[in-house]
């Protein structure tokens, strides 16, 4: 009996697939750790009446992370828009904690 493609594909891509799967994890708990501070930030912006877009900061963290990708082999277009996301929802994040903040 022969195997299926999608049989043959599992059995060939499983320990790569293992391996995406760990890096996703990680990418995730990263990503946890980093809404946390966001979080952490909101709360002081929201003390000191600061905003929660602030284009300087944006451009430099984008543009750090467009330079990385390029020493990583990844393609800068699909970084900066994966930091714009990103960072739009932090702002999203702060604004929100912000708005319930001003309320209390």
Do not use: W
């Not at 750790?33 to 003390?47: C, D, G, L, N, S």
């Amino acid at each position: 009996m022969q195997e299926s493609n999608q049989k043959r594909a599992a059995r060939l891509l499983k320990p790569y697939r293992k391996q995406i799967d760990a890096l996703d994890n990680r990418i995730l708990k990263l990503l946890g750790q980093r809404f946390a501070i966001v979080r952490k930030v909101a709360k002081i912006k929201t003390e000191h009446n600061l905003p929660s877009f602030m284009y300087g900061r944006v451009m430099e963290v984008r543009e750090k992370s467009v330079k990385l990708a390029k020493n990583y082999g990844i393609d800068p277009r699909f970084i900066y828009h994966l930091y714009s996301s990103i960072i739009y929802y932090s702002c999203a994040v702060e604004d929100a904690i912000k708005a319930k903040q001003k309320k209390k």
